[in-house]
Antibody, heavy 127, light 107 residues
Framework: EVQLVESGGGLAQPGGSLRLSCAASGFTVSSNYMSWVRQAPGKGLEWVSV???????YYADSVKGRFTISRDNSKNTLYLQMNSLRFEDTAVYYC?????????????????????WGKGTTVTVSS | DIQLTQSPSFLSASIGDRVTITCRAS??????LAWYQQIPGKAPKLLIYAASTLQSGVPSRFSGSGSGTEFTLTISSLQPEDFAVYYCQQVKSYISTFGQGTRLEIK
């Protein structure tokens, strides 16, 4: 069964750090694009970051320079290292598998869509 | 960044109704648009990708159309399980964005 399970959320102080993990099963993380999406309490979805199969990464302006997406192929796990946390980073963080459409290239990536989602992990930034 | 604006933001409808949600992009995104459904407290679920392709397992009462800057999600006959929040998402740019969401509630 294809599954994603996030962990690592919790309470952090402003300026602090957390590392989120997303363990995948039923497929290979390195063979797909993988994304992080977050949802602040009572708000809509916000795209956070993506990592391509080749390792290229992109970030939303709101987290650029503070968050780092990575993966460990041996553990088949995706990560999000979050530093310099702010109150506005409080949210449920979802990881998602990005299914790639190799027939459809739009620079700098192939078309993709988020077909498998984890249940999310909650991050609260509070003093 | 490419902005996506959904309308309406809130929709009240009855079981069996046909409803349409619109998503407008601030610049052309070809057909690089997906639609997701989110039931409160749950993870989003993919409904439609490439603007009009139904994801496997999604009921055929859901359909999508459009290209360029204007897209629609249509539910042909509302069922009780369809009352949720719906989001569009673009990946034309390397910075992906979501619409603000449309909350669909029972009248």
């Amino acid at each position: 069964e294809v599954q994603l399970v996030e962990s690592g959320g919790g309470l952090a102080q402003p300026g602090g750090s957390l590392r989120l993990s997303c363990a995948a099963s039923g497929f290979t993380v390195s063979s797909n694009y993988m994304s992080w999406v977050r949802q602040a309490p009572g708000k809509g979805l916000e795209w956070v970051s993506v990592i391509y199969t080749g390792g290229t990464t992109y970030y939303a302006d709101s987290v650029k320079g503070r968050f780092t997406i990575s993966r460990d192929n041996s553990k088949n796990t995706l990560y999000l290292q979050m530093n310099s946390l702010r109150f506005e980073d409080t949210a449920v963080y979802y990881c998602a598998r990005d299914e790639i459409d190799y027939s459809n290239y739009v620079y700098p990536h192939y078309y993709y869509y988020m077909d498998v989602w984890g249940k999310g992990t909650t991050v609260t930034v509070s003093s | 960044d490419i902005q996506l604006t959904q309308s309406p933001s809130f929709l009240s409808a009855s079981i069996g109704d046909r409803v349409t949600i619109t998503c407008r992009a601030s610049q052309g995104i070809n057909s690089y648009l997906a639609w997701y459904q989110q039931i409160p407290g749950k993870a989003p679920k993919l409904l439609i990708y490439a603007a009009s392709t139904l994801q496997s397992g999604v009921p055929s009462r859901f359909s999508g159309s459009g290209s360029g800057t204007e897209f629609t999600l249509t539910i042909s006959s509302l069922q009780p399980e369809d009352f949720a929040v719906y989001y569009c998402q673009q990946v034309k740019s390397y910075i992906s964005t979501f619409g603000q969401g449309t909350r669909l509630e029972i009248k």
